[in-house]
Every structure is written in structure tokens, then in C-alpha cells.
């Protein structure tokens, strides 16, 4: 999403839909499913290294994960030791443009969000998704939560069906009537 906010923003730009008439403008919503989470060591492994059979290869991604955030560690040692602040990495840059009010150009600060997550997620801890959403309303944006207790990484529509289409129906028609308000 936020590449996708970058390619559109040099391409398209916000005040074109801000100086549409409110009418013609799309109606918008925005779900995140099984996300967003701040990429921890555990976390980073664990997703790039489960889907791996083969024990070598495996071993190599882990390794090449290792040196990364070890080589991260060391910069923000370092920079810590000199009183400049932590590097930004990439992951926490997204964090934050997915905070941006006009992360998609006909996106608003009226944009409501639906935030579908589980308890037992392996790979999204859920207290990164719920502080995330919290971010989001402390921001002042329309934010709902959908929390499964018992599906894994984006098995919720699978393993739920009628609770998650639900969810995407009553955050599909909040969006549609705060338009017509």
C-alpha cells in the first residue's frame, strides 16, 4: 500500500479530489488484515523462514536475517553513543505513511479503517495491530477492530466467514453513509 501511495502520488495528486464536488467523489474504506506489525527479530524470521523446507536454506535466510538486524543493532548503538536519534528502517517508514491521511490520493482523514486480527497470530503479534489502530483514532480517523481469538495469520475469512464479511459489510456501509451525510 505504501508503494502504491508513492507511485500514485507522482502521478496523480490529492487536490484533484479535493476540489471535486463531494458527491463525485469514491467512496473509500481501508482494511488491514493480519497487519500491520512492526517487523521484530522473532516475528521477521518466523515469516520468511516457515515456508522454507529445505533445513540449508533455511539456515542460509536465517543467517542473512541475523547479520541484518545485528548490522542495525550496531548503527543504532552507535548513534545512541553519539546522541543522534535511531535510524528510521524501512518497515517503521511504512508504519508511518500508512498513518497518512491521503495515503491513497482520494483518501481523507474521513476514511474509516477496519483492523482484522487475531490473538493468535504467529507472525502479527496483536498488540502492534491494536496500537497501530490506536495511533489512528489518537489521529482523529474513523478506526474499527474485528479480533479473532482462535484463526492464525490470514485464515480469518477462511475460518470465519460470516463474522469477517460482516465486519467488511458494516465497515462497507458506515463508509457509504457517512458519504451520503
Given at each position: ?48 523462514s516457515t515456508a ?109 466467514p460470516g463474522q ?18
Amino acid at each position: 500500500m505504501a508503494i502504491l501511495s508513492k507511485l500514485l502520488a507522482a502521478r496523480i495528486t490529492t487536490q484533484y479530489y479535493t476540489s471535486l464536488p463531494s458527491a463525485t467523489l469514491p467512496t473509500t474504506a481501508y482494511i488491514l488484515d493480519s497487519c500491520p506489525g512492526q517487523g521484530g527479530y522473532k516475528e521477521t524470521v518466523r515469516a520468511f523462514s516457515t515456508a522454507i523446507r529445505h533445513p540449508f536454506l533455511r539456515f542460509l535466510v536465517v543467517l542473512f536475517l541475523r547479520a541484518a538486524f545485528f548490522r542495525q543493532n550496531v548503527i543504532d548503538f552507535f548513534r545512541n553513543l553519539f546522541g543522534m536519534p535511531k535510524s528510521l528502517n524501512y518497515l517503521q517508514s511504512v508504519l508511518s505513511q500508512l498513518q497518512n491521511p491521503q495515503l491513497l490520493p482520494w483518501f481523507s482523514k474521513h476514511t474509516k479503517r477496519l483492523y482484522i486480527y487475531s490473538a493468535v497470530d504467529e507472525l502479527i503479534p496483536w498488540q502492534e495491530v491494536e496500537e497501530h489502530a490506536a495511533e489512528g483514532k489518537s489521529l482523529g480517523y474513523d478506526v474499527k477492530l474485528e479480533k479473532f481469538e482462535d484463526s492464525g495469520h490470514v485464515q480469518h475469512a477462511r475460518m470465519h466467514p460470516g463474522q469477517y464479511w460482516a465486519a467488511v459489510k458494516s465497515l462497507w456501509e458506515n463508509a457509504s453513509n457517512a458519504k451520503l451525510d
